[in-house]
C-alpha cells in the first residue's frame, strides 16, 4: 500500500504508541484487502464497548491505547454493558459497573465522545451522502450506508479506533463505486403494517440475497424508525450492510436494476416472524429500541401506556441514547414511562448488558433483539410497539 510521507511517519512512531499500533492495523487491513490506499474519514463509530464482551484482555487493549492516543476525527461509541447513571435500577451488579466504568474512562481519555449509542446519527454524528466514514456496528454501518449514501465498510472495535487515532481508513470493500452496484433485485410484493413487519422483511431479504446486495422495489413509503429497524434485522440475518430502495434511499435511481430476481411476498413475512418467535404466552421482559428508541418512537410508548401499569415481575426496557432520554425527560415523557412502572436503559442494550439467564422470555419490537436475546437463553416474541408495550401489562403475549 502506498503511504504519504505523513502516514510513514505515523507507521514509524513519530506520533506515540498508539498511532503507531493504528497505522499497524490499517495497513495489515489494507494489506490483505488490496487497498491501494488510505482514505480521510469524516466520522468514526466504534463498537466493543460493553466490559462483557471485552473482558480484562479488551480493558488492558484499550488502557495501552488511552495512555498517549487522541482521536483525529469525531469519534462515538456504540451502547455499553450498562446504564452509565442508573445502573443499579437495572439489576447490573457492583464488580461489571466498576469495570464497565474503566472501559468508559479509557474511551474517554482517547477524546472519544461518550455517547453510546448504535443511533450515532439521530444524536449528531451525521454522516454526509458520500462521505468516508469507519463505523462499526452493524445496524448502523447499513443505515449510513444505504439510508444516508455514506461509504464505510463494517468495521472491527480495533479497526474502527485504529481509524479514529489517525483520522484515515484503507479504501476498499464499500468505500470504491464498483462494490456498491446492487446484484440482486428483490420484488416486495406484501404490504408492511407495523413496525415489526420491517424487521421481518430485513429477514426474509437477508436470507434470500445471502451475500448479494440488494435492489429492492415495491415499497412505496417508509419513516426513518422503519428503516433503522429494517437496517438491523437485514444484516444480522444476511451479511451486506447496503441495500437500495427505488424511491426511497439515496442513488437508487442511478443504480442498474440487476437481473436476477427473488420475490418477497406474504409467505416470507409469515416464515419470518414463524421463525423468529418461539412458543411462549408467558413474557417477562420486554425491551423496545433495538435500534436506540428515537424520540417519535418514545412518543409512541407514551401514547400507549399512558395510565396504564407494568405488571409486577416483568421489567419493560425503554433503551434509547442519553441525549434522546434528556429530550424525552424535558418534554415530560420519562415521567410518564417511569410513573407506569417502565425503566429507561440509556447507553446499553438487551444485546450487550449481561443478561444471560435473568429473564425468561422477551417482547420486542426488533427482529435483531430476538436474534441476541436467543443467545442470552430467551424465549422471544416479535411485534408492534402496542403489542409489545401490552405485554408489558398483563405479562402475556396476546396475538
Ligand atoms: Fe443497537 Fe443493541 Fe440492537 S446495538 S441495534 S440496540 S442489539
Excluded at 488492558?60 to 461509541?77: I, P
Excluded at 452509565?84 to 482517547?110: H, P, Y
Excluded at 481509524?163 to 420484488?187: I, M, Q, S, W
Amino acid at each position: 500500500m502506498e503511504l504519504t510521507k505523513q502516514e510513514q511517519a505515523m507507521l514509524d512512531g513519530k506520533e506515540g504508541y498508539a498511532t503507531r499500533k493504528s497505522m499497524e492495523i490499517l495497513v495489515a487491513l489494507g494489506e490483505i484487502f488490496g487497498a491501494k490506499n488510505l482514505i480521510n474519514v469524516g466520522s468514526v463509530q466504534v463498537a466493543g464497548v460493553s466490559y462483557h464482551n471485552l473482558g480484562d484482555a479488551g480493558l488492558e487493549f484499550l488502557n495501552s491505547l488511552a495512555k498517549d492516543g487522541k482521536v483525529k476525527v469525531l469519534t462515538t461509541l456504540n451502547p455499553a454493558g450498562m446504564d452509565l447513571e442508573n445502573w443499579r435500577q437495572l439489576g447490573i451488579s457492583e464488580e461489571f459497573a466498576e469495570k464497565q466504568n474503566l472501559v468508559i474512562d479509557a474511551f474517554q481519555r482517547m477524546g472519544i465522545l461518550v455517547s453510546c449509542t448504535c443511533t450515532p446519527y439521530l444524536i449528531g454524528n451525521l454522516p454526509l451522502y458520500d462521505e468516508h466514514i469507519a463505523w462499526s456496528e452493524s445496524s448502523a454501518v447499513t443505515f449510513a450506508n444505504s439510508v444516508l449514501g455514506a461509504r464505510t465498510n463494517r468495521e472491527g472495535g480495533p479497526s474502527a479506533l485504529a481509524a479514529a487515532f489517525v483520522g484515515k481508513t484503507p479504501c476498499y470493500g464499500l468505500h470504491l463505486d464498483e462494490n456498491r452496484v446492487p446484484d440482486v433485485h428483490v420484488k416486495v410484493e406484501v404490504e408492511l403494517s407495523k413496525i415489526s413487519d420491517w424487521g421481518a422483511l430485513g429477514y426474509a431479504v437477508g436470507k434470500k440475497a445471502e451475500n448479494k446486495t440488494p435492489y429492492i422495489t415495491g415499497i412505496k413509503t417508509a419513516q426513518l424508525d422503519e428503516l433503522k429497524n429494517f437496517c438491523a434485522s437485514i444484516v444480522t440475518y444476511g451479511t451486506k450492510p447496503l441495500f437500495y430502495v427505488k424511491n426511497i434511499t439515496p442513488s437508487a435511481d442511478q443504480q442498474p436494476i440487476p437481473k436476477e430476481t427473488v420475490y418477497i411476498e406474504a409467505s416470507d413475512i409469515k416464515n419470518a416472524y414463524d421463525s423468529i418467535n418461539d412458543d411462549t404466552a408467558e413474557i417477562d421482559f420486554v425491551c423496545v429500541g433495538c435500534p436506540h428508541c428515537s424520540i417519535k418512537e418514545i412518543q409512541e410508548i407514551v401514547d400507549i401506556i399512558q395510565n396504564k401499569k407494568v405488571k409486577k415481575d416483568v421489567e419493560l426496557w425503554v433503551a434509547t441514547s442519553r441525549t434522546v432520554k434528556q429530550l424525552a425527560d424535558k418534554r415530560g415523557y420519562t415521567a410518564i414511562i417511569e410513573a407506569a412502572g417502565g425503566k429507561f436503559a440509556c447507553d446499553t442494550c438487551m444485546a450487550v448488558a449481561p443478561l444471560k439467564g435473568r429473564f425468561n422470555a422477551l417482547a420486542t419490537t426488533s427482529a435483531k433483539g430476538c436474534f441476541y436475546s436467543r443467545q442470552n437463553l430467551m424465549k422471544t416474541k416479535m411485534g408492534s410497539m402496542k403489542e409489545c408495550i401490552e405485554a408489558a401489562v398483563s405479562g402475556k403475549w396476546n396475538i
